[in-house]
């Protein structure tokens, strides 16, 4: 979870603000991911199958990872 401003308006420390970047970074490729399956329709496929999503999000994973290694 991202550390939020203090309410007295004070700045964030550095190391939160560094966090929080990582935090935005790894969510964004999350959420890449959900996209992609809604758009491939993967989970609305695989929604009554015992390890279906599990399958589904491990595959689409590395082959977006496929993707960005070139």
Known sequence: MPYRRPRDGSELR???HELNTVHKR???CVEHVFARMKWWNILRNCRRKRDGVHH???GIALMHNLVIAG
């Open 14 to 16: 550095a190391w939160q």
């Open 26 to 28: 790894v969510r964004a």
């Open 56 to 58: 589904a999000t491990h």
